[in-house]
């Protein structure tokens, strides 16, 4: 049974960093491409950002946090990570950790991990 | 590219036939997906390359279009559909929502 488990959410100020964590089992993670979607409270979902698997681990990023927010991925433990620096209040959200199906079609989700920033 | 979905709601009522639609700012082939989500949950994969039902997904859920013009059409609404509905195209990088569709009991 595929499953992704996030982790690292939690209450944090502006200006400052925190780390996400998405657990994953039962599939051969480093074959698949990964992604973080975020969704404020009560509105849509937004792409974040994205890394390929092991035949090409390129990654991608929404303009919104370009340059802010850094995708890795440890293989070997089958995590994936989302380093997020000079937090804003607009980046308060449910961040989703979701694996690809093909290209950038996301059939497997995580339950989601509150981020909030606020002084 | 932005996705344009409509309607933002939608009331209807336990068997009507109903669709959504979504529209592409540029042609995107058929590099669509459609998903739900019920409040309080990670979205649930429903269709994608615009047309292809994932596995498990009701039969009732059919997805149609290409370039521009997208469409998901639920044939006989059942209690457990109305909910939040989006679509996503993949065609290329900066991967977009649809701003949503809230389907509602009449």
Sequence with gaps: EVKLQESGGGLVQPGGSLRLSCATSGFTFDVYAMTWVRQAPGKGLEWVSSIGGVSGPSTHFADSVKGRFIISR???????????????????????CA?????GVFNYWGQGALVTVSS | ???????????ASVGERVTITCRASQGIGSDLAWYQQKSGKAPRLLINDASNLESG???RFSGSGSGTD????????????????YCQQFNHYPVTFGQGTRLEIK
Excluded: C
Aim: glycine residues 2%.
């Design chain 1, 74 to 96: 440890d293989n070997s433990k089958g995590t994936l990570y989302l380093q997020m620096n000079s937090l804003r209040a607009e980046d308060t959200a449910v961040y989703y």
């Design chain 1, 99 to 103: 694996r690809h199906m093909i290209r």
């Design chain 2, 1 to 11: 590219i932005q996705l344009t979905q409509s309607p933002p709601s939608l009331s």
């Design chain 2, 57 to 59: 997904v009701p039969s």
């Design chain 2, 70 to 85: 997208f469409s998901l059409t639920i044939s006989s609404l059942q209690p457990e559909d109305f909910t939040n509905y």
